[in-house]
């Protein structure tokens, strides 16, 4: 099973900052089959990005997502205030499909 | 629009059984595989199961297999996840979600339902 680890835990930034999420596979992720989804809380998650780098259906451009292999990066340029939330990556290449822990972006 | 919506969940005593729904709306059902994610109180999410277009094949996470069943009706347009032996640990809100493709990420989630297994 592939492991995801995600980090930080938790980002503390201000809106208007940047924010660098990061997500670390145990072994190469095939195809760059990564997502990252938000969740906000008592919400479902949204799929934000796939491919590691191709957002989702109405996903703002502020949401960008690179890496390949076992090193992923998702950065939201400027935050907004809607964009506090936790974030998930997911690999999809292997079974089990598997997240990583989160990394919850909030206000500082 | 995409509609998936989750019921079915309650509080269970260990070793009870129960089975979760999902309907779904707004696109073709049977041409999508499905799966079911947990996130337990507080924690990440984790994949349970998945099933094809026409339930021919599925498959399971360690810690729910033999226990859990996934089924579908794509006449009825639902979703099913049948557990049985259930456990403390598998007390949890359950996702049920489209993969945009045969082994795609998931695009559409329904607004989950919360199982919790207590005595």
């Known amino acids: 099973e592939i492991v995801l680890t995600q980090s930080p835990g938790t980002l503390s930034l201000s809106p208007g900052e940047r924010a660098t999420l990061s997500c670390r596979a145990s072994?190469?992720?095939?195809?760059?089959?990564l997502a990252w989804y938000q969740q906000k809380p008592d919400q479902a998650p949204r799929l934000l990005i796939y491919?590691?780098?191709t957002r989702a259906t109405g996903i703002p451009d502020r949401f960008s997502g690179s890496g390949s292999g076992t090193d992923f990066t998702l950065t939201i340029s400027r935050l907004e205030p809607e964009d506090f939330a936790v974030y998930h990556c997911?690999?999809?290449?292997?079974?089990?499909?598997?997240f990583g822990g989160g990394t919850k972006v909030e206000i500082k | 629009e995409v509609q998936l919506v989750e019921s079915g969940g309650g509080l269970v005593q260990p070793g009870g059984s129960l089975r979760l729904s999902c309907v779904a709306s707004g696109f073709t059902f049977s041409s999508y595989w499905m799966h079911w994610v947990r996130q337990a109180p507080g924690k990440g999410l984790v994949w349970v199961s998945r099933i094809n277009i026409d339930g021919s094949s599925t498959n399971y996470a360690d810690s729910v297999k033999g226990r859990f069943t996934i089924s579908r009706d794509n006449a009825d347009k639902t979703l099913y996840l049948q557990m049985n032996s259930l456990r403390a640990e598998d007390t949890a809100v359950y996702y049920c979600?489209?993969?945009?493709?045969?082994?795609?990420?998931?695009?559409?989630w329904g607004q989950g339902t919360l199982l919790t297994v207590s005595s």
């Open positions: 997911q690999q999809y290449s292997y079974s089990p499909r598997t």
């Open positions: 979600a489209r993969g945009a493709w045969q082994l795609g990420p998931f695009d559409h």
């Open positions: 072994q190469s992720v095939r195809g760059s089959n």
């Open positions: 491919d590691a780098s």
